[in-house]
């Protein structure tokens, strides 16, 4: 049972390039989350979906998309990326009333 | 919308001392989750403790435990006998139990210093 996984751990990317962030989790849970963290803001959500199929926006979307093709997966995508998109990418995930579990996180510079 | 603030960006405790993390926020709900989380320098966020709002008895996890004041909106966490494995980041958070995807809205955390 590994819990939440993210891949990759680490990225530098250049401005303008696009990627893909990948969460997995094998606790068959319904609800997935993106948060993105930066030094003294805490962490701020930017996707979540509550089911196979199901995204919506959080606090802070714009400049990314996600999708969840399946239920253990939720990937997010920088299109074009900005050097404002540098951050620590946490994934979580939960089931029904209990506590979200996180990912190690991403560390993704932008340059 | 909810909110919740640590206006505590750095705390130092000495080892085997008590520490008190301040966390208020602010809600119009009357039911919902509060939390604290650990973030060591792993990364890794950690669950400390949680409590629901309809209870008021304080939540108590080992060496933690928390002061829950429903009417003045907060949620700080007491660490009795500090270890150093304490040092950490450690961040209140809110949750409502309303249909919004049980999103965490996080407070700016509080960096937990522990002096042997």
């Known amino acids: 049972n590994a819990g939440v996984t993210q891949t990759p751990k680490f990225r530098v990317l250049k401005t303008g390039q696009s990627m893909t962030l990948l969460c997995a989790q094998d606790?068959?849970?319904?609800?997935m989350y993106w948060y993105r963290q930066d030094p003294g803001m805490g962490l701020r959500l930017i996707h979540y979906s509550v089911g196979e199929g199901t995204t919506a926006k959080g606090e802070v979307p714009d400049g990314y998309n996600v999708s969840r093709l399946k239920k253990q997966n939720f990937l997010l995508g920088l299109e074009s990326a900005a050097p404002s998109q540098t951050s620590v990418y946490f994934c979580?995930?939960?089931?029904?009333?209990?506590?979200?579990?996180f990912g190690p996180g991403t560390r993704l510079t932008v340059t | 919308a909810q909110t919740v603030t640590q206006s505590q960006p750095e705390m130092s405790v000495q080892e085997a001392e008590t520490v008190t993390l301040s966390c208020t926020y602010d809600?119009?709900?009357?039911?919902?989750?509060l939390f604290w989380y650990k973030q060591p320098p792993s990364r890794q966020m950690i669950l400390v403790i949680r409590?629901?709002?309809?209870?008021?008895q304080n939540a108590t996890e080992n060496r933690f435990s928390v002061n829950f004041q429903k009417a003045a909106k907060s949620f700080s966490l007491k660490i009795s006998d500090s270890q150093l494995g304490d040092a950490a980041m450690y961040f209140c958070a809110y949750r409502t139990v309303y249909n919004q995807g049980g999103k965490l809205i996080f407070g700016q955390g509080t960096e937990l210093s522990v002096k042997p």
């Open positions: 979580a995930s939960r089931q029904s009333d209990y506590e979200q579990y």
């Open positions: 809600t119009s709900e009357s039911d919902y989750y």
């Open positions: 606790m068959n849970h319904e609800y």
């Open positions: 409590q629901e709002a309809y209870k008021q």
